[in-house]
């Protein structure tokens, strides 16, 4: 999974449905909120992690990690202890390091994987969920719970090759993760039918799943035959945002859509347009009032800028947008849940 994949991803060119765009701040202002941003310069070929402090009309931005791009580029900040987790190559695997921010020394913390990506920290900041490769070759990707006191971890079901992390996300309220999988031998399936039979691939079953904190199963709260990418939990835990697109052709949009765990009902939020290509990565705001996500910039309108980010307001249904950066990509969005 390189960072190619990321920056030269498929673009869309379809209307936006059902809301507002604006540069100018909501008649609902926003409260105040922090976000992570996993930057990409393509220029110096950097990995930059940036924290936005966002307080209405007023965003003030603060450069936390600079390093070498070696892969995809992901990060969790531990504010408790003012430490930047990130992942980077030593001998030919991606590992987990630590930085310190006050003492800038930096640590190796993992060292049993062949790689890992997708980092996130639970409320207490001391357990590490992340997506991982356990050895080259291996195409399933599993999700690891790792004591960052202990160092010991816990593999979510390890000896089976078939099932595929797509990602997941931590509810520090409800103390529950969502993990979403799918099938590889159905993926691979698919693909091969559509190769038979010149037609695009149909999506394989993504699975949703919500375990405890430390990674027992607990409940299946939707399979959705949709190319999923992500998907971020609400405070109460009882609705899902979910980015995914119905099919891989060039006019198939990319959706934001809110599901309903209670009742089941799903609603389409946002869909790609030419000024908001390729939206994705949503993560509901603190307060729950609205979401943010990344989307592609229309290059012809705005050269040297390849993304920004982007807050939706669900009352107003207005887009507003929060933060950009030239010669480069947003690849990761996060925020830091202690304080929800």
């Known amino acids: 999974m390189r960072i190619v994949k990321i920056i030269f991803s498929l673009s869309c060119f379809i209307l ?17 909120d922090i976000l992570y941003i996993d930057f990409a310069n393509e220029l110096n070929h950097n990995h930059y992690l940036y924290m936005l402090k966002i307080n209405n009309n007023y965003n003030e931005e603060q450069l936390l990690l600079k390093k070498t791009l070696e892969d995809y580029p992901t990060s969790a900040y531990a504010k408790k202890s003012n430490k930047i987790y990130y992942t980077g190559s030593i001998n ?11 003492n800038k020394k930096s640590k190796q913390v993992t060292k049993d994987f062949y790689y ?48 595929s992390v797509v990602a997941f996300d931590y509810n520090p309220k409800t103390k529950e993760l969502l993990v979403i999988t ?30 405890t904190e430390q990674g027992e199963y607990k409940k299946s709260i939707l399979t959705l035959s949709k190319f999923v990418r992500s998907a971020s939990l609400s405070k109460k835990g009882d609705e899902l945002l979910i980015n995914y697109k119905d099919g891989l052709e060039l006019n198939q949009p990319s959706k934001m859509v809110n599901f309903n765990i209670k009742n089941n009902n799903s609603k389409v939020l946002i869909e790609e347009s030419q000024d908001y290509i390729n939206i994705r990565q949503p993560i509901y705001s603190k307060d729950n009032k609205g979401f943010y996500f990344i989307a592609d910039i229309n290059t012809e309108k705005v050269p040297e800028t390849a993304s920004a980010v982007y807050y939706y307001d669900f009352q107003t249904k207005e887009i507003k947008e929060i933060w950009k950066k030239g010669n480069g990509q947003a690849i990761n969005l996060y925020r830091n849940k202690v304080s929800d």
């Open 16 to 32: 936006l449905s059902g809301c507002n765009t604006t540069n100018e701040a909501s008649t609902n202002q926003m409260k105040s």
């Open 182 to 211: 799918k099938s590889l031998k159905e993926e691979a399936g698919n693909i091969e039918l559509a190769n038979k039979t010149n037609t695009p691939p149909k999506p394989p079953k993504y699975h949703f799943s919500l375990y």
């Open 92 to 102: 030919k695997k991606y590992q987990i390091f630590e930085k310190n921010i006050i």
């Open 116 to 163: 890992v990506d997708l980092l996130s920290l639970n409320d207490t900041e001391k357990i590490m969920y992340m997506r991982v490769l356990l050895n080259q070759g291996d195409r399933s990707f599993k999700t690891v719970i790792y004591d960052l006191e202990t160092a010991k971890y816990k593999i979510l079901y390890p000896n089976n090759k078939d099932s």
